[in-house]
């Protein structure tokens, strides 16, 4: 199983203005959000919060509206727009779930329910930083 960082989440009031400061002061380029397909938001799934999307050519940084209902709506423990995650990206999200349960870490498994074309985990580490797993599908 193969894991790999992928993005930086920072979660904000103003996702114009932070994108601004990232794109504009410190030149990073923007993704355009074409590039992100995302599944339409529902009374119980999804997430329409605006988001904005910069990279320096290798790393993301993935810029998002906050949202404190988010966890509620899909029935999970961690909420991964309240105050932003880092990400890795995996080859086997099967595997990397069995690796979770196998050392006593619980998870919300939100499928492709934010992003059409990724699997998405969210956990905690010791400190309670929330980590994102995904998979491309």
Do not use: C
Request: glycine letters at 6%.
């Amino acid at each position: 199983m193969k894991l790999e960082f992928h993005h930086i989440n920072f979660v904000t009031e103003d996702v114009e203005r932070l994108h601004n400061f990232y794109t504009q002061v410190l030149g990073l380029d923007d993704i355009p959000i074409e590039n992100f397909p995302r599944p339409d938001e529902t009374d119980d799934q999804g997430y329409s919060g605006q988001i904005r999307f910069a990279t320096d050519g290798a790393m993301q940084m993935h810029l998002a509206e906050r949202n404190l209902d988010v966890a509620f709506k899909h029935g999970e423990a961690i909420n991964p727009v309240e105050r932003g995650h880092i990400a890795f990206r995996t080859d086997d999200i099967e595997a990397f779930k069995t690796l979770l349960e196998n050392n006593g870490i619980p998870y919300s498994d939100y499928g492709t329910a934010f992003a059409k074309e990724w699997h998405q985990l969210f956990f905690h580490d010791p400190e309670g930083n929330i980590i994102e797993v995904h998979q491309a599908v």
